[in-house]
């Protein structure tokens, strides 16, 4: 069955950077789309960035456009967010997720904390 671990995460204070991982299997990971999404406190689960499976389109939602970068390498079935000058408005756990022929399935989330 589809597994995503996710990794990386940790607290850093604003201006700060983290990559985070997300390790999946159980799929054909080159064929699915993979993305992150977030959810902070007290809010709803938000999207943040989507790469399809060729790498060749990514998406970003608008407030983290120009800092974060989400990447993948196909031959370790792992995608990353690269997520550079962190604002404390990142502060949130972050999903990865896999849009596979089921549905979208969801890692357990990693925690990140930015300081002010």
């Known amino acids: 069955q589809v597994q995503l671990i996710e990794s990386g995460g940790g607290s850093v204070q604003a201006g700060g950077s983290l990559r985070l991982s997300c390790a999946a299997s159980?799929?054909?990971?080159?064929?699915?789309?993979m993305g992150w999404y977030r959810q902070a406190p007290g809010q709803e689960r938000k999207f943040v960035a989507t790469?399809?499976?060729?790498?060749?389109?990514?998406t970003y939602t608008d407030s983290v456009k120009g800092r974060f970068t989400i990447s993948r390498d196909n031959a370790k079935n792992t995608v990353y967010p690269q997520m550079n000058s962190l604002e404390p408005e990142d502060t949130a756990v972050y999903y990865c997720?896999?849009?596979?022929?089921?549905?979208?399935?969801w890692g357990q989330g990693t925690q990140v904390t930015v300081s002010a």
């Open positions: 997720v896999a849009y596979v022929q089921e549905g979208p399935r």
């Open positions: 159980g799929f054909t990971f080159s064929r699915a789309h």
């Open positions: 790469m399809t499976g060729t790498g060749d389109t990514t």
